[in-house]
């Protein structure tokens, strides 16, 4: 049984930082974790991936040189670190699991339920 927990979220003022963590168990997914988040009325993005073997990292244009993922393979956990937050950045994050290219939206098959950023202006 494979599971994400997601934890972390929170209410930021904007330019304020926080950090996500996920906490995976009883998967296979031994090559990538990524975060995606969904505004109200929009639907779900990428934000960012990571290669649980390598490191390697991958970002979307609207958070790099803002916010940086990592990983604890130790502890089965990755982290989602996000600096200088705008409203616009304001969603529900959810960690995904999958194998595959750390880009391909598509290989991420397994989901937390998310947990909930807010961003004040």
């Known amino acids: 049984q494979v599971q994400l927990t997601e934890s972390g979220g929170g209410v930021v003022q904007a330019g304020g930082s926080l950090r996500l963590s996920c906490v995976y168990s009883?998967?296979?997914?031994?090559?990538?974790v990524g975060w995606f988040r969904q505004a109200p009325g929009k639907e779900r993005e990428f934000v960012a991936g990571?290669?649980?073997?390598?490191?390697?990292?991958y970002y979307e244009d609207y958070v790099k040189g803002r916010f940086t993922i990592s990983r604890d393979n130790a502890k089965n956990t990755v982290y989602l670190q996000m600096n200088s937050l705008k409203p616009e950045d304001a969603a529900v994050y959810y960690c995904?699991?999958?194998?595959?290219?750390?880009?391909?939206?598509?290989?991420?098959?397994?989901w937390g339920q998310g947990t909930q950023v807010t961003v004040a202006s």
């Open positions: 009883g998967g296979n997914f031994r090559y990538v």
């Open positions: 990571i290669s649980r073997l390598s490191g390697a990292t």
């Open positions: 995904a699991g999958g194998s595959g290219s750390i880009s391909d939206r598509g290989r991420y098959i397994y």
